[in-house]
C-alpha cells in the first residue's frame, strides 16, 4: 500500500520522455528541460526518506528502507538481519494481470502532460507564445490516449475484478485522473482550433496548464491521505501531505505569475468567430468537457474544503455524495448528450465559414438516418427512460454524422480520419455505458418463495441464489448447476477437483489420489504432486439450455482473514449481446465445525453394493498400502485402504477410508470425505473369516453457493468503442508527429 513504487515509476517514464525530447527538439532542449528538471527534483524529494533532526523534519519516503528500520520490534534488536518467513501477501484485489500494466500505463499519462506543460512555460518565458503548439501537439494527443488507456485498463480491471457490477464507481481517486483527461482532450481542441485559424490561444495556454496542475492535484488528493474514508481505495498515508501540498502550490504559482505577466503580450485573434465555423463549435465542445470536468472535481473536492475550514478553526459539515454512482451520473449523462451533438455537427464545419443552404444540405442525411436507427434501437432494445432516450439518439447521431465524415475524408487523405474515428468511438462507448449501466439487471432471483436465512437483509435473499451441488435450478432461461469447489493448478492450465486431491503437510502441494482429467486432456497422474494456490478456491458452474452447454464458469473465492474473511472475484460469461457477470455471495465455511449424522454401520464384501446418503455406492477393493500421506509407518505396521465409489447425481466419486494396525495392538482409522456430496467413510473393521468389511457411514448437508449474477446487456459496444477512440488517437498523433 506504499506510494514509494508509483514516484519511481513516474520519475522513470518522465526521465525516458526527456531523454527523447533532447534528442528531438534542439531548439526547444534548454527552456523545456527546466520544467523538466524541477518537476524531477519534486518527485526525486518523495522518495528521499531524509531526516534532518535539528528542524525534526523528515523529506520523502525511501522506497529502500527494510522492515528493521521501519518497526520498533524487539525480534530485530535481538536478531537484525531476522527475515520473516512469509508476508502478508499482495491483495487479493490486485492479483490480476491488468494491475501489471493499469499503472504503468496511466503513470506513463501522467508523464506525458508535463510535455505541452513544459512547452507552454517555454512559450511564456521565451516570448514564443504561438510556436510551442506545433512541437507539444503531437505530445499532448499521445499524453491524451496514454492515459485515456490508462483509465480504461482500470475500469476493466475493476470489471474483471471487483464485484460490485461494473467498471466505474466515481471514486474520488477514478474522478481525480479523469477531470484531467477531460481537461486534456479540451486542450487538444483548442490547440488545433488555433494550428489552423490563429484563434484560442490563450485558451490553449489556460487548459495545457489546467492539465498539469490537475495532475498534481490529483496527486495531492490520493497520497496526501486528505480523503480519508471517502473513497475505497487504499494508499497509505507516508506523511508527505505537505510535501505534496508544496509541489502543488509551486506550479501553480509560478504557471499563474508567468501567464499573468505575459498575458497582455500573449497574440489574440480579433476575426469575429460564426456560428458557422468549425471553432466555434469546437470551443463550445471543449467548454462542455471543462464543465464535466468541474461538475465532478467540486464534489469530489469536499474533504479538502472541510480541511481548509478546519484550518482555521471552523467545523464544515460537508459530506461527500451518499450515492456517488446516481449523484455523477445523472450530470455526466446530459454532458454526454451534448458533447455528442456538438461532436456530431462539428466535425461538418472545416475551419472555414459555410452558409445556411450548405449546412442544411450536409446535416440532412446523417440526421434522417440517425433517426431511422435510433427508432430501431429503441424498439428492439426497448429504451425507455427518457433520458436515455436521447442519450441514444446523441450517441447514434455522433457515429451517423462521423461515418459520414469519415468517408469523405478517407477518399481526399486517409491520413486525416482520425478525429472522425475518435468521434465514432466516443459514440460506440456512450451506447455501450449506457446500456451496460442503465439495463443492468439482477438474474439471479430467488424464486423459491424461501429465504435463504433470516438473518440476511431482504435485498440478499431476493437478489442471490442459492446452489446446492448437482441440483440444477432455472435463471435467465438457462439451467445453472453448481458443480464444486476447484484448485488451480500452478503450472498448468486447468483447474482440479478438491475430491480428487489429497492435502499434504505442505499447504501448497497436493497430491493425486487418481488421474487428473480437465476437459478430455489428462493434466495429472495419480501419486502426482500438483503445486496450487491454496488460498484460491474455484467454483465450477454450469449453464445449460436443454442438453447444449452454454458455458462453464469458475468464479474465484479467496480466503483473506485481513480483508473481511474473503474476497470474491468474478466469472463472465460473455456474449455478443449481453455479459453475465457471476460472483460468489457466500460460500461454505470450512472452518465451522460440521454437523454429522449419527454414524450408520454397514458390513460388505468386496464388489457388493451399499447406499450412503441415498447414493449407490460399491466397495470396489481393499488392498494393503505401504504408505500414508503424513504417518510415519513402523515395519510391523499394517495399513489397508478400502476403493469405494459413489455414484453422484452427474459423476462418480471415489472414498479410500484407512484402517491401520500398529504393533498388532493398535488400531487407528483415517476416515475419507466427499465434500460435494456430503459424505464420510470410515473403514471401521475387518471380518476375515466372512470376507467382509464395516463401514461407519456419516453424512451432512450437501456442499453448497450462493451466487449473483447480472446481465449487462450490450457491454461489448463500450469496449470497441474505446478500442476505435485509440485507433482515432494513434491515426491523429502519427500525422502530427510527422510534420511536427
Known amino acids: 500500500e506504499g506510494q514509494e513504487g508509483s514516484f519511481l515509476l513516474w520519475i522513470f517514464w518522465q526521465a525516458l520522455i526527456g531523454i527523447v525530447i533532447i534528442h528531438t527538439q534542439k531548439n526547444w532542449e534548454a527552456p523545456v528541460m527546466v520544467v523538466f528538471a524541477l518537476v524531477q527534483a519534486f ?37 537484525p538481519n531476522f527475515v520473516p518467513a512469509d508476508g502478508s501477501g499482495l491483495n487479493p484485489l490486485l492479483q490480476n494481470y491488468w494491475m501489471v500494466i493499469h499503472p504503468p500505463t496511466l503513470f506513463l499519462g501522467f508523464a506525458l502532460t508535463i510535455v505541452p506543460f513544459a512547452f507552454c512555460i517555454a512559450g511564456l518565458w521565451e516570448k514564443k507564445y504561438a510556436e510551442w503548439i506545433k512541437p507539444a501537439l503531437p505530445w499532448t ?28 464507481n466515481w471514486d474520488p481517486v477514478e474522478n481525480a485522473v479523469y477531470v484531467p483527461w477531460l481537461i486534456l482532450i479540451a486542450s487538444i481542441h483548442t490547440m488545433i482550433v488555433y494550428k489552423n485559424n490563429q484563434t484560442a490561444l490563450k485558451t490553449s495556454i489556460i487548459l495545457v496548464i489546467s492539465v498539469f496542475i490537475l495532475i498534481l492535484y490529483s496527486t495531492f488528493l490520493t497520497r496526501s491521505g486528505i480523503l480519508g474514508d471517502a473513497s475505497v481505495h487504499s494508499f497509505t498515508d507516508l506523511g508527505l501531505s505537505g510535501q505534496l501540498l508544496i509541489y502543488l502550490l509551486f506550479f501553480t504559482l509560478v504557471s499563474i505569475v508567468l501567464a499573468a505577466v505575459r498575458w497582455k503580450e500573449i497574440p489574440s485573434s480579433e476575426k469575429e468567430v460564426s456560428t458557422y465555423s468549425r471553432e466555434f463549435w469546437i470551443f463550445l465542445g471543449a467548454t462542455t468537457l471543462c464543465l464535466m470536468g468541474f461538475q465532478v472535481i467540486i464534489p469530489t473536492s469536499i474533504p479538502v474544503y472541510n480541511s481548509i475550514v478546519g484550518l482555521f478553526g471552523g467545523t464544515s459539515n460537508l459530506a461527500p455524495p451518499a450515492d456517488q454512482i446516481a449523484f455523477y451520473s445523472k450530470f455526466q449523462l446530459w454532458f454526454g448528450v451534448a458533447v455528442a451533438l456538438l461532436s456530431g455537427t462539428g466535425q461538418f464545419f472545416w475551419y472555414n465559414k459555410i452558409d445556411k443552404s450548405k449546412l442544411k444540405k450536409e446535416l440532412l442525411t446523417p440526421v434522417l438516418i440517425s433517426l431511422i436507427v435510433f427508432a430501431l434501437i429503441i424498439s428492439i432494445a426497448r429504451v425507455s427512460e427518457p433520458s436515455y432516450v436521447i442519450l441514444t439518439l446523441a450517441g447514434v447521431y455522433i457515429i451517423v454524422s462521423n461515418l459520414k465524415v469519415l468517408k469523405s475524408v478517407i477518399k481526399v487523405n486517409p491520413a486525416l480520419s482520425g478525429g472522425a474515428l475518435s468521434h465514432i468511438g466516443i459514440g460506440l462507448s456512450l451506447l455501450g455505458i449506457m446500456f451496460s449501466a442503465g439495463y443492468s439487471k439482477v438474474v439471479s432471483l430467488n424464486n423459491t418463495g424461501m429465504l435463504i436465512s433470516t438473518e440476511l437483509s431482504t435485498e440478499f435473499n431476493r437478489d442471490n441464489l442459492l446452489l446446492f451441488i448437482n441440483e440444477p435450478r432455472n435463471m435467465a432461461g438457462y439451467d445453472i448447476e453448481f458443480l464444486g469447489e476447484r484448485f488451480e493448478a500452478k503450472n498448468k492450465t486447468g483447474y482440479i477437483k478438491k475430491n480428487d486431491v489429497e492435502l499434504t503437510t505442505d499447504p501448497y502441494q497436493v497430491v493425486a489420489k487418481r488421474d487428473i482429467i480437465y476437459r478430455d486432456k489428462k493434466l495429472y497422474a495419480a501419486k502426482d504432486t500438483i503445486e496450487i494456490y491454496p488460498e484460491n478456491t474455484y467454483y465450477e458452474i454450469e449453464l445449460r439450455k436443454g442438453d447444449k452447454v452454454e458455458a462453464i464458469l469458475f468464479p474465484r473465492v479467496q480466503i483473506n482473514e485481513a480483508m473481511g474473511g474473503f474476497i470474491a472475484s468474478p466469472d463472465i ?6 455479459d453475465l457477470y457471476t460472483h460468489v455471495s457466500a460460500p461454505m465455511n470450512r472452518e465451522a465445525e460440521v454437523e454429522w449424522s449419527d454414524l450408520e454401520e454397514v458390513r460388505v464384501k468386496a464388489g457388493e453394493q451399499f447406499f450412503v446418503n441415498d447414493y449407490v455406492a460399491v466397495l470396489e477393493d481393499v488392498l494393503r498400502i505401504d504408505q500414508i500421506q503424513g504417518v510415519t509407518l513402523n515395519n510391523d505396521d499394517v495399513a489397508v485402504q478400502a476403493r469405494i465409489s459413489v455414484k453422484g447425481e452427474r459423476d462418480t466419486y471415489y472414498a479410500d477410508p484407512i484402517f491401520l494396525i500398529r504393533g498388532k495392538t493398535q488400531v487407528g482409522r483415517i476416515s475419507s470425505e466427499i465434500n460435494d456430496l456430503g459424505v464420510k467413510i470410515t473403514l471401521l473393521n475387518i471380518h476375515p473369516e466372512t470376507n467382509e468389511f464395516s463401514l461407519g457411514l456419516n453424512a451432512r448437508q450437501k456442499d453448497w453457493v450462493i451466487i449473483k449474477a447480472m446481465e449487462k446487456p450490450y457491454i461489448n459496444l463500450l469496449w470497441v468503442g474505446t478500442g476505435i477512440l485509440m485507433v482515432g488517437f494513434t491515426i491523429a498523433m502519427v500525422r502530427r508527429f510527422k510534420t511536427a
Do not use: C, H
Request: aromatic residues 12%; glycine residues 16%.
Open 43 to 79: 518527485l526525486a524529494s518523495m522518495i528521499l526518506g531524509i531526516v534532518i533532526p535539528f528542524a525534526d523534519l523528515k523529506i520523502g519516503s525511501s522506497p529502500f528502507i527494510l522492515l528493521r528500520d521501519a518497526l520498533d520490534d524487539p525480534i530485530f534488536k535481538m536478531q
Open 573 to 578: 460469461n460473455r456474449g455478443v449481446t449481453k
Open 141 to 168: 494527443l499521445l499524453g491524451g490516449a496514454v492515459l485515456g488507456l490508462g483509465i480504461l485498463m482500470g475500469g476493466y480491471w475493476a470489471y474483471e475484478t471487483l464485484n460490485f457490477g461494473g467498471y466505474w
